[in-house]
């Protein structure tokens, strides 16, 4: 895949926060990263945004935060 880049940012960035002292960053930015390689897997498979998350079509809060993403 030609957007496979992101991962490798994102690792790069974890393990900067990790050496860093922002232990909380570093979580986050694992989370992240599984967050990018399941959508990018998704888009690999041809799947449209409404087949990938039928929640969020309908319009109903699926956000972390609550927040319609």
Do not use: C, Y
């Not at 992101?6 to 570093?26: K, M």
């Not at 930015?29 to 990018?40: F, H, K, P």
Request: aromatic share 4%; net charge negative; charged share 25%.
């Amino acid at each position: 895949m030609q957007n496979e880049w992101i991962l490798d940012v994102l690792t790069d960035l974890r393990t900067f926060a990790h050496q860093n002292g922002l232990p909380v960053l570093a979580e986050h930015l694992d989370d992240t990263r599984l967050v990018a390689a399941t959508e990018l897997a998704s888009i690999g498979e041809g799947h449209t945004t409404d087949e990938r998350a039928p929640a969020q079509a309908a319009g109903h809060d699926t956000g972390m935060f609550g927040k319609r993403v």
